[in-house]
């Protein structure tokens, strides 16, 4: 079996795809550094555990399975340009959940009894925009890599990952925030507006 090297490990072309890498990645190492020292607080369930563990796992998987001659993709140049446009906007995206939540953008479960429920910027159209910048991110690393493998492992174990976020998060925020909440889970959806 002859293995090949996915787009994303050639230069020059990879250039690009590792700048903006580390754009959309070096503020989630800051958010995953002030979570560790909360990272076994009861509403958060674990659930940052399993991100941290589950994520980088399905990110080795992927990258291995790019390397594979299955299921790769037609143009992978296209591709690679495909999926870096979609992880610098998932980037983007997540930067701008950190600037609308501000202090209560946490990478724990963390719900204090005196926090607003913040209904603006990305947050006034679905519940956790955050996390659909994720998947967009993974997803669009999954495409750059060239294989649909790759974009499965990454797309289905992050809708898990984050399912698994979500349900804990929305438990905590109902128990600590109640009918503020509960009315915002009726107007918004939680991932893509009016759909999901």
Not at 90 to 96: H, K, Q, T
Not at 129 to 144: D, E, K, Q, R
Request: with cysteine.
């Amino acid at each position: 079996m002859e293995l090949h090297a996915p787009e994303v490990f050639k230069l020059p072309l990879a250039i690009p795809f590792w700048l903006v890498f580390f754009f959309a990645f070096v503020g989630e190492g800051q958010v995953i550094r002030k979570a560790i020292p909360d990272a076994s607080s009861a509403q958060d369930a674990g659930s940052f555990r399993v991100l941290m563990i589950g994520s980088p796992i399905a990110t080795l998987v992927a990258v291995a399975a790019a390397f594979l001659p299955w299921l790769n993709m037609a143009f992978p140049v296209a591709a690679m340009v495909v999926g870096t446009a979609m992880l610098l906007a998932g980037g983007v995206l997540r930067r701008y959940c950190f600037k609308a939540l501000g202090k209560f953008f946490t990478g724990t479960v963390a719900v204090s009894a005196d926090q607003q429920v913040i209904q603006t910027g990305p947050y006034r159209l679905i519940r956790h925009p955050s996390y659909t910048a994720a998947l967009l991110m993974f997803t669009g690393i999954g495409i750059a890599l060239g294989s649909w493998i790759s974009v499965a492992v990454l797309f289905l174990a992050h809708c898990l990952l984050y399912g698994i976020r979500v349900s804990v998060e929305e438990r905590a925020l109902l128990e600590t925030l109640g009918e503020p909440y509960r009315d915002y889970m009726s107007r918004t959806k939680r991932f893509i507006p009016h759909v999901i």
